[in-house]
T-cell receptor, first 112, second 113 residues
Framework: QQQVKQSPQSLIVQKGGISIINCAYE??????FPWYQQFPGKGPALLIA?????SEKKEGRFTISFNKSAKQFSLHIMDSQPGDSATYFC???????????FGAGTTVTVRA | NAGVTQTPKFRVLKTGQSMTLLCAQD?????MYWYRQDPGMGLRLIHY???????AKGEVPDGYNVSRLKKQNFLLGLESAAPSQTSVYFC????????????FGQGTRLTVV
């Protein structure tokens, strides 16, 4: 049973549009929430991460929004570019534990 | 290039055969992990190691064994491969936990027929 539920499974967005990926969790002990980006044939790479004491974090065109009371967090990709086409995974961790729990992944396709 | 290297990149096995996947990192990281990636299921932790000579079970350890005899290497073994083990396997390493820098290998695509 996945501890982090991710949606949608896939999405298509036009160049310049906004991509939004949502994740939800149940375990309130989670205290670190990273997002990973994976290109075909490659391993995942850390994109951006947030802790639950922060409601939003922005790095360039990528923003994480975090809602602690709803136990939800989301990734927004602003001004989406064809180079952003990849699979995105949300994840959650209890920092003193070693087991990073991944969502099922969202394949983003940006049409030129 | 520094990072995590997985060997082999592709392999086809017959049911019942055995094999070992090698993960090597040259960053002196303490922690290493083996994940499997299946469509619609994300990445699931098979085994992990928090230091040389130590290993522990993850979410889906059945059918796999691991060893960490040297700090830089983490081996994943399949003693008797089954079609259910067809997957893409990823190794990762971190200096300490996941809230530090993390690096994944490029993956091993394994097909069991």
């Amino acid at each position: 049973q996945q501890q982090v539920k991710q949606s949608p499974q896939s999405l298509i967005v036009q160049k310049g549009g906004i991509s939004i990926i949502n994740c939800a969790y149940e375990n309130t002990a989670f205290d670190y929430f990273p997002w990973y980006q994976q290109f075909p044939g490659k391993g995942p790479a850390l994109l951006i991460a947030i802790r639950p004491d922060v409601s939003e974090k922005k790095e360039g065109r990528f923003t994480i929004s975090f809602n602690k009371s709803a136990k939800q967090f989301s990734l927004h990709i602003m001004d989406s570019q064809p180079g952003d086409s990849a699979t995105y995974f949300c994840a959650a961790l209890i920092v003193n534990d070693y087991k990073l729990s991944f969502g099922a992944g969202t394949t983003v396709t940006v049409r030129a | 290039n520094a990072g995590v290297t997985q060997t082999p990149k592709f392999r086809v096995l017959k049911t019942g055969q055995s094999m070992t996947l090698l993960c090597a990192q040259d960053m002196n990281h303490e922690y290493m992990y083996w994940y499997r990636q299946d469509p619609g299921m994300g990445l699931r932790l098979i085994h992990y190691s928090v230091g040389e000579g130590t290993t522990a079970k993850g979410e889906v350890p059945d059918g796999y064994n691991v060893s960490r005899l040297k700090k830089q290497n983490f081996l994943l073994g399949l003693e008797s491969a089954a079609p259910s083990q067809t997957s893409v396997y990823f190794c990762a390493s971190t200096p300490q936990g996941w809230n530090t820098e993390a690096f994944f290998g490029q993956g091993t695509r394994l097909t069991v027929v």
